[in-house]
């Protein structure tokens, strides 16, 4: 059974730094692409970064680009997301996704598998 596990959230503020992790089981990891997405009060489901299972492959949001960075960590089966330079608008539940085989993408329909997500609220 898959099963992926964010933490890290929590409250920070306006400047600050938070690293998130998502530790996955039960699932082939170094062969899935993972993403990070969010979803803030009163909007969609956003795409915020994605590396491939090739880990030269990342990709990000324009509006983190410069500010946040993904990696994995294929031993420990973790992907993390290094965020940087909070704003406000940052704040979201943040989950993450892994996508089979795949080279990450924007859009969360592709990802087969989620995690309950955890909160990352930015104050002013």
């Known amino acids: 059974q898959v099963q992926l596990v964010e933490s890290g959230g929590g409250l920070v503020q306006a400047g600050g730094s938070l690293r998130l992790s998502c530790a996955a089981s039960?699932?082939?990891?170094?062969?899935?692409?993972m993403a990070w997405f969010r979803q803030a009060p009163g909007k969609e489901r956003e795409f915020v970064a994605s590396?491939?299972?090739?880990?030269?492959?990342?990709y990000y949001a324009d509006s983190v680009k410069g500010r946040f960075t993904i990696s994995r960590d294929n031993a420990k089966n973790t992907v993390y997301l290094q965020m940087n330079s909070l704003k406000p608008e940052d704040t979201a539940v943040y989950a993450c996704?892994?996508?089979?085989?795949?080279?990450?993408?924007?859009?969360?329909?592709?990802?087969?598998?989620w995690g309950q997500g955890t909160q990352v609220t930015v104050s002013s």
């Open positions: 039960g699932l082939t990891f170094s062969s899935n692409a």
């Open positions: 996704a892994a996508q089979a085989y795949g080279t990450g993408s924007r859009y969360p329909n592709e990802y087969y598998y």
């Open positions: 590396i491939s299972w090739d880990p030269r492959r990342t």
